[in-house]
Structure formats: structure tokens, C-alpha cells
């Protein structure tokens, strides 16, 4: 089954603590993004990636790091969370830069005290 | 600067009536217009799409129509259901060299039984 999978689901953790949410796609796409969604503001591209190794910031890139090293992933780092990075996460991904149908992971609901 | 202005971000309409849901985008060169629906809890599903060389499109109950000269496209569903309860979104590409969709801010829709 064609699908984008994000780990974990949901995640308490403290201000300072170091974490890493995965996200995975099955569907060889080259485009991936990361994005966060807060009430009212919709959905904030934090940093997206055209292909193997080539990332870059997107809206709202501060506090982030994200990799990608393999064309299926693209994992989402908090060096130091904040409570301010309190939020929803959802990953995404897209064949191209062209016009495709952009696919959404399951969302991390992240909560950081 | 990029942006996608969504109106109204909520909208209550009995079963059966109709509702539209309105967006405007600032990019002019955006060639990519589509609708996701968000049902609680879960991740955005693409609905219906439109590109830029079509001025309207239809999937059962539910057409966008866009307007390029305006700027502006809309999202039309007819004999709403119970089962239309969910935020929509309306996204526009942004073509600078991210690609990447920008997306409103979000639309309650409740259909009242």
C-alpha cells in the first residue's frame, strides 16, 4: 500500500531534551516536506526536500534540523525543544516539483513542557 | 509576499443545503489549486484539484471553480452531509524555487442533520 508513515504518533517530552520524529514514504517520490499545524494558522511548510541530500527551510524553519540521506526518508530533529514547538506534525511527500497530489503522513502530536 | 486567504474559516448549513468555501492566492504564475478535507484527528486527504488551465472541475458533489484573473478559486459542495463535517483547506503552488503549496487557514464546515 502506497503510504507515508511518521513515528512516533504522539510524544510528551520536556524543554531541552534532544528528539527525532521519523517519516517514511513508500512511493519513490523525490519531494518531501514537514509541517506543522496550529489552530487558526493552518499548515506551515518548516523545511521541505527535493531529492537526496538537497534540503532547504521552508516558513517557519526555526528550531528544526531535518536530513536526507535516502530518497525515502526524511526525519524531523529537535535539537532543543521549546514550548512553543507545542504542536501537530505532519509529513509529506510528492513525485515531483511538478503538478502531483501531495500525500500527508498520520501527524505527531507533540507536546513539549 | 506568498499567501492564501480563506474564507469563512467556519460554516454551519443543514443537510441537504449547499456550501462554498472561498480562497484567494497571491502568487499569479500559481499553476495548482488543490482542497484537502481534515477530519478530527486524522491527516489532510486530497478531495479535488485544479490546475490553472481549467476553470472548473467536477467530482460528484463536489466542483471548484477558479477565476486566474480574480485570483481566486472556490470549493462547492451540494446536498451536504452529516459526513462533510471536517476542516477544509484550499493550498495554491508557489512558484519560486521551493514549489512548494501554500495552504489557508482552514475551514469548520458542520452540516446540521
Known amino acids: 500500500e502506497a503510504q507515508v508513515t511518521q513515528n512516533p504518533r504522539y510524544l510528551i517530552t520536556v524543554t531541552g531534551k534532544k528528539l527525532t520524529v521519523t517519516c517514511s514514504q513508500n512511493?519513490?517520490?523525490?519531494?518531501m516536506s514537514w509541517y506543522r499545524q496550529d489552530p487558526g494558522l493552518g499548515l506551515r511548510q518548516i523545511y521541505y526536500s527535493m531529492n537526496v541530500e538537497v534540503t532547504d527551510k521552508g516558513d517557519v524553519p526555526e528550531g528544526y534540523k531535518v536530513s536526507r540521506k535516502e530518497k525515502r526518508n526524511f526525519p524531523l530533529i529537535l535539537e532543543s525543544p521549546s514550548p512553543n514547538q507545542t504542536s501537530l506534525y505532519f509529513c509529506?511527500?510528492?513525485f515531483g516539483t511538478g503538478v502531483y497530489e501531495q500525500y500527508f503522513g498520520p501527524g505527531t502530536r507533540l507536546t513539549v513542557t | 509576499g506568498e499567501n492564501v486567504e480563506q474564507h469563512p474559516s467556519t460554516l454551519s448549513v443543514q443537510e441537504g443545503d449547499s456550501a462554498v468555501i472561498k480562497c484567494t492566492y497571491s502568487d499569479s504564475a500559481s499553476n495548482y489549486f488543490p482542497w484537502y478535507k481534515q477530519e478530527l484527528g486524522k491527516r489532510p486527504q486530497l478531495i479535488i484539484d485544479?490546475?490553472?488551465?481549467?476553470g472548473e472541475k467536477k467530482d460528484q458533489r463536489i466542483a471548484v471553480t477558479l477565476n486566474k484573473t480574480a485570483k481566486h478559486f472556490s470549493l462547492h459542495i451540494t446536498e451536504t452531509q452529516p459526513e462533510d463535517s471536517a476542516v477544509y483547506f484550499c493550498?495554491?503552488?508557489?512558484?519560486?524555487?521551493?514549489?512548494?503549496?501554500?495552504f489557508g487557514s482552514g475551514t469548520r464546515l458542520l452540516v446540521r442533520p
Open positions: 512511493m519513490n517520490h523525490e519531494y
Open positions: 485544479i490546475r490553472s488551465n481549467v
Open positions: 493550498a495554491a503552488t508557489w512558484m519560486d524555487s521551493s514549489y512548494k503549496l501554500i
Open positions: 509529506a511527500s510528492r
